[in-house]
């Protein structure tokens, strides 16, 4: 029997999760689950995820400053930066509003030192740019926060042109403990937390799980949702240029769905 080559034997081939539309790069909490897998959930094939990790010791303004002064945080942008990525995006949402946008903008700015040739975002820019592109204006807020950080982020929304006419917080401040709220209490947090005169509702936290009910969430309230997770993803598509999101994560991805699954289901 006559061994095929590879390119006679490719139809058999399975699809491995090369980076073939792109490869982005995240730095993430630790102890966290969330937005790593749910990006995996996002992405379409051909689009990889390849993702470095820094240690937060609590999920409260002393355990955010402790991790972004830390040398862990340069070395991990330095790590995933050597890997052929197009984008660099820092996900940790509270540790990038916290300090207000100046600081912000200065981090992505510092990655881009640390991982030179490759364009960077933060969570904070992500969602911000998230809400200009559903044209948001005053919006409703939701977060898993405890109240310390909830404020700071009611600060950081409005200090950027997005006031907040009603918002809620769980008070949660394990970070394993944000992952394991159930999609069922994510969804009735966030409706609770609406506003009827809100343009648009932004969830808070990359460790909260949220992408799997941002559809619902749209269909329910009739107006857009975004989550930090979500935002982040869709960002690094925007700034690199590619259409590689799968459809069902909400309406903020409508120009940047892969193309083999325009209009289809995932």
Known sequence: MSVP??????????????????RIGLIYIASSIVMDAEWAAMAAPGLSVHTTRVRLPKVTLEGIDQMMNAPELEQSARLVGSAPIDVLCFGGTSASF?????????????????APGVKAT??????LAALAAVKAG??????????????RAVAFLESNGHPVL?????????DWALAEVPLEKVFDHVVACDHPDATAIFISCTNFRSSGVIEALERALGKPVISAVQASFWHCLEVTGINGARPGYGQL?????????EGACA
Do not use: C
């Open 98 to 114: 916290v300090y207000g946008t100046a600081y912000d903008k200065a981090l992505i700015t510092r990655m881009e030192g640390w």
């Open 138 to 151: 005053p919006v409703a807020l939701a977060t898993p926060y405890v109240d310390a950080i909830h404020q």
């Open 166 to 174: 009603k918002s809620g917080n769980l008070g949660i401040d394990e």
């Open 253 to 261: 991805f409508a120009n940047r769905l892969a193309p083999a699954t």
């Open 122 to 127: 933060t969570a904070s820019t992500a969602s």
């Open 5 to 22: 080559t590879g390119a006679e034997a490719s139809t058999g081939f399975r699809y491995d999760g090369y980076g073939t539309l792109g």
